[in-house]
């Protein structure tokens, strides 16, 4: 009798040391690093593994640096002074405290009956004599049709405001992207609409509508955000920051007067704050925990985390 192949054992060894046991490769540029094992050290530690991004370990072996910065669009979701000093630095990063991954599939149906209510005109529609004058709106890769050049950026701004007042059953975290048609080269000129998961989305004030809303990655680009109201001009600035931390995450904006020290010794309080043993408890042979310091006190019997 023969067995179908047992791939439990592999799974578990995956998920415990990140090393990839396979003949083909899959096709990956590496076979290690897939998993980091979450150790309760202190809750700072704990809470910085579910909060982290890492390039991958095929990245730590190249020379050049251009895949370490911190470039301009990951402004509020990736945090520039929580990251490792040596190797890692720059690949291995963390998310902003404000930032939100979409975990959820909403329902996209309706969206194409919407927007050919606000001049979005169906691909099997008669295309007009100047292409160019139109853009094309893609939903998640796929394309439901294009929109007149001039009519494009009210209905960028009538589907934003459905999105932010909750009405029509626009998703929260839809991703409205308008790629303007520029005299210079830029990138392809669309109407980019996201609702896929695996997304990285946070919060911002919107002048117009007067609530939060989060925004993507992509659309920040195209974006006027102020991080002040002081610096928001009449007619140019759409969004607010919510607060001026927005861009630190949970960990580096617990450092006190941050913008009083050398900025490399914020990034180092992001990784001492982690070595601290600082992890309380009372039941210890009841905790699962794989690496838990216990300080004994001479005539405690049961000891001091």
Same mark, same amino acid.
């Given at each position: ?178 790629? !303007? ?98 992890? !309380? ?25």
């Amino acid at each position: 009798m023969q067995y179908g192949a047992n791939i439990s054992h592999q799974m578990e060894y995956l998920l415990a040391t990140g090393n990839l046991i396979s003949r083909s490769g899959h096709g990956l540029m590496q076979v290690s690093g897939f998993s980091v094992v979450a150790d309760r050290l202190n809750f700072y530690r704990f809470l910085s593994h579910f909060r982290c991004v890492h390039r991958g370990s095929f990245f730590s072996q190249m020379r050049t640096t251009s895949v370490r910065k911190l470039l301009p669009e990951a402004w509020g979701f990736l945090c520039p002074v929580h990251t490792p000093d040596g190797a890692p630095c720059g690949l291995l990063n963390h998310m902003a405290a404000s930032c939100q991954v979409v975990n959820t599939v909403p329902q996209t149906a309706h969206l194409s009956r919407l927007l050919c209510s606000l001049g979005m005109t169906l691909n099997d529609a008669p295309a007009p004599a100047d292409m160019k004058s139109c853009y094309t709106v893609v939903l998640d890769g796929r394309v439901l049709g294009r929109v007149d050049m001039d009519l494009a950026p009210a209905l960028v701004n009538r589907l934003r405001m459905l999105k932010v007042l909750g009405q029509e059953k626009v998703p929260q975290m839809l991703e409205i992207c308008l790629v !303007p048609i520029t005299s210079v080269a830029s990138q392809y000129p669309t109407l980019f609409l996201f609702s896929t998961p695996a997304r990285m989305m946070r919060p911002v004030f919107n002048l117009a509508a007067g609530k939060v809303e989060m925004i993507g990655t992509f659309e920040q680009v195209y974006m006027n955000i102020a991080v002040v109201q002081e610096e928001s001009h009449e007619g140019e600035t759409t969004h607010l920051e919510l607060k001026q931390t927005s861009m630190l995450s949970a960990i580096a904006s617990l450092t006190p007067y941050s913008d009083f020290n050398q900025s490399p010794r914020n990034m180092y309080q992001c990784q001492m704050g982690k070595q601290t043993m600082g992890t !309380p408890a009372q039941a210890l042979k009841h905790r699962g925990d794989n690496k838990l310091y216990r300080i004994q006190v001479r005539g405690d019997p049961i000891g001091l985390c």
